[in-house]
């Protein structure tokens, strides 16, 4: 819990940042300026799992009457339109137009019923593969045994070959050329029709043949992507025991499961819905949640979540989230939105390939006339060449690769309680120079307990102690909860309870048995310019705040009017791990600071426990956030806080870190969430950035690579066309295996 506000400062400010999302259609605002009677529907669109389906898209709907925003989700083939009375029957005729259908979707378990549809589908895909696979083998034995591949039997087993397997390509390029849209498919058709027409035709046939099985091995990997989000709701089962009036318990559906309602979890099961234990003990892994597979012991008016595993006892659970809220559930979309925003790698490959494929297109055109012309070439050879170049010319191997490889990221973080909330936290998060911590509730546990109470008068050190508790009787700050804990006495009545809040003092006031009070930090006691206190002298004084200080207690000043009556004095534990985190950052070459609104010798304290050389004290909210623009001067900046007195400055740092042990707060407030309150995450996180950087790089540099390469080969002669496909087919296998990888990364 930041310190920025001491017990006495209780106004929680629950500011949700502004969801950060790439709008990928050109002319269209992004989401946050959308106007606030916007409307929103979701498209699931089968045809749609490559780029070159979603320029179609974008090119066909973005025009329309209404439409004001598109969101393109390729992974789940999610089209997501944001509209204001747009009409329906006009989008769906203008996506026939590109050859593709859009089935409306109404909740996540649709989705679920979609792809399990398509699944059944699926093989229907393979027999006119494998039909069209035998002919085109057959075709290119006998050119190759006869050396005439105009013969007519070998057109025939070609033509096989492109009726089988290849008319889903061929109205794919038709529908491009009708959208002047440059895409694989109309790529693909060019080279298949000038193959044919040339007498290539074992060469045109191995072609398609080799380019509708990339289709179903780039499908499989994409599928497999595609499930990495919904395994992550899987982990909560889909029946639950669910207590009926008599007392019985009935199986039924999770989802239909309402709130408050009870709930049985027998051992070995999977918690199926966030609830609090109403009767019961067991020991529970949290692993779905917060990636740690060690069991935490849980009891009566403990909480659970969706997703966990029951290990031992009997449990009777009140569910306090329903299906589509548990924080499961909540991780799972946050990851799904994430994976939807373009990552600046991404970027970077959209606009290369934007200019690369119309580039080649032209030289290859130049490569199929100039050399016959000028250089009386054969127009055979040239236009053979040129055709492989027109093959080589598709930039599917980097397109693809790049949002694969980020959600495998993205996922893999969900795995280990890491929810990142887009790719360019991901990608940004190894580049980080300076990470600013709050210290209560982040690098310390965040439960003071009360340690002294220290009478500057005449009352007792009890009376003290009731005093304050009962001008915090209301409040949820760890603080205050400490001082209720502590207190063993009846509480008074207190009225006109209200902030005080002057310069730097800050605290709570209130009214008790007809006198004022005020309890709060020193700042708040000189401010009230409290006179000498009776039967201590200021020395004195002082001498006992350094004594407490220097112990690394916070100091809480209660005052009747302006007269100081006495010293609480609370302490807060250094997390187990945090000293361990904050050096390994450290050995990363990441500077680590400290912002506290603790007093400056409590803070030195605690930057020493936790091996921390920089710290700055008594600051204010604003100061903070001035703290952080200033260290962004110097590079990237994070902050790292508990999500909910932190906001302003975790919105101003270039990527918000919170500490969420399951907190919905943090969830909505922070780039990144932990969901265990442990900073060894953070290193963690960096770990899987600098690891999603180096795949991505690794398949951006092998796939420009191979196109340069089959570039040379194709300018010079040596390249056909089917070792084109290959290449290319293979090349974009090979990435989205590549990316896949991340999910089998070791800690």
Known sequence: MSEKNTCCSHQHHHEKSPVKVDIVTPGLPDL??????ASKFRLKIEQMDCPTEEALIRKALSSLPGVLALEFDLINRVLTVHHEAADMAAIQQRLAGTGMQGIELT???TIKEQAANVSARSWLHYWPVALGGLAAIAAELLGW??????????????????????????????IALRHFSLNIHLLMTAAVLGATAIGQWPEAAMVIWLFAIAELIEAASLSRARNIIQGLHSQAPETTLLQQADGSWLSVPTGSVELGKSIQIRPGDRVPLDGIIENGQSSINEAAITGESMPVEKKTGDLVYAGSLNQSGLLQVRVTAVQASTMLARIAQSVQEAQGQRAPTQRFVDRFAAIYTPVVFVIAILLAVLPPLLLQHGWHDSLYRALVLLVIACPCALVISTPVTVVSGLALAARRGIVIKGGVYLEQARHLKTIAFDKTGTLTAGKPQLIETVSLGEKSAEDILT???????????PLAIALLNACKNPLLTATNIKLFEEGRGRGVSGEMNGLDYHLGNQAMWQALQTMDAPGKQPAALEQELSRLEAAANTVLFLCQGNQLLGLLALADQIREHSRA????????????????????KTAA??????????????????????????????????M???????????????IGFAMAAGSDTALETADVAFMQDDLRKLPEMIRISQRTASILTQNISFALLVKFVFFGLALTGHASLWMAVFADAGTSVLVVLNGLRLLNSKK
């Open 605 to 638: 304290a605690v930057a020493a426990q936790a091996g921390i050389s920089e710290f700055q004290s008594q600051m204010l909210p604003t100061e903070k956030l001035s703290a952080i623009q200033k260290y962004g001067e110097k590079g990237l900046t994070a």
């Open 107 to 109: 909740g996540e378990q």
């Open 467 to 477: 005093l304050a508790a009962s001008l915090d009787a209301h409040s949820s700050h």
């Open 581 to 600: 985190a904050l050096a390994e950052l450290q050995d990363m070459g990441i500077k680590t600071v400290m912002l506290t609104g603790d007093n400056a």
């Open 640 to 654: 790292c806080g508990d999500g909910i007195n932190d906001t302003p400055a975790l919105a101003r740092a270039d």
């Open 32 to 37: 946050p300026n959308l106007p606030s009677s």
């Open 145 to 174: 045994y006869s050396g005439d591949e105009n013969s007519l039997v070998i057109a025939l087993l070609a033509l096989c070959t492109i009726l089988s397997c290849g008319i889903p390509t061929l109205k794919k390029g038709w």
